[in-house]
């Protein structure tokens, strides 16, 4: 299994741009979730899913949205790219299994927006 | 909001001495969990603490659990050189989503 992986690995912008952040898991899991990662605060919740076909808002969802279309992939979109939205941008998911679950990270993508 | 605060922010220790990291939280929680990022790439699960559990063992690894205090501690044993990495700790709330509040981490350095 490859578990989650993400595309791109690395992407610049200029401020306005448009993109679409790509998180694949092969696992079946009925649970995804996109994060950011600024340096000294952790990790924030930005949108999760609960399954195909739905969406949620996570703790900062403002300025991106997402699409399930499939059990195994998870869109991120940012509509116009904002220098606040620089970031390392990790997908997750998970699945309840036997009294207890754990989320399974991609690698990540960087994104610098100028 | 950040769920956790995580202290030390950065903690820097021989190879072979005992790290301890602590994590507090605001609201009750479902379960804690802790995860280990090392540079550059994504956070691994350690281990997963439940409401009702005091202590938790994993190899090298001892978690304890205090929800009157809000407050959980991560121990890692005879540290090694590969145990540098960033410590999370992790809350679960609410039901159902399995929504996760990190905190801001802990950096830690095992000094050959």
């Known amino acids: 299994n490859a578990g989650v992986t993400q595309t791109p690995k690395f992407r610049v912008l200029k401020t306005g741009q448009s993109m679409t952040l790509l998180c694949a898991q092969d696992m079946n899991h009925e649970y995804m979730y996109w994060y950011r990662q600024d340096p000294g605060m952790g990790l924030r919740l930005i949108h999760y899913s609960v399954g195909e076909g739905t969406t949620a808002k996570g703790e900062v969802p403002d300025g991106y949205n997402v699409s399930r279309l499939k059990k195994q992939n998870f869109l991120l979109g940012l509509e116009s790219a904002a220098p606040s939205q620089t970031s390392v941008y990790f997908c997750?998911?998970?699945?309840?299994?036997?009294?207890?679950?754990?989320?399974?990270f991609g690698p990540g993508t960087r994104l610098t927006v100028t | 909001s950040q769920q956790g605060e995580e202290d030390p922010q950065a903690l820097s220790i021989q190879e072979g001495e005992n790290a301890t990291m602590n994590c507090s939280y605001k609201?009750?929680?479902?379960?804690l969990q802790w995860y280990r990022q090392n540079s550059g790439r994504g956070l691994v699960h350690l281990i997963l603490?439940?409401?009702?559990?005091r202590e938790k063992h994993s190899g090298r690894l001892r978690v304890t659990l205090d929800t009157s205090k809000k407050s959980s501690s991560l121990l890692i044993t005879a540290s090694r050189a590969a145990d540098t990495a960033s410590y999370f700790c992790a809350t679960e709330q609410g039901q159902g989503a399995q929504k996760l509040v990190f905190g801001q981490g802990t950096r830690l350095t095992i000094n050959p």
């Open positions: 997750a998911s998970s699945t309840y299994r036997g009294g207890t679950y754990e989320q399974y």
């Open positions: 609201t009750s929680i479902n379960n």
């Open positions: 603490i439940r409401s009702n559990e």
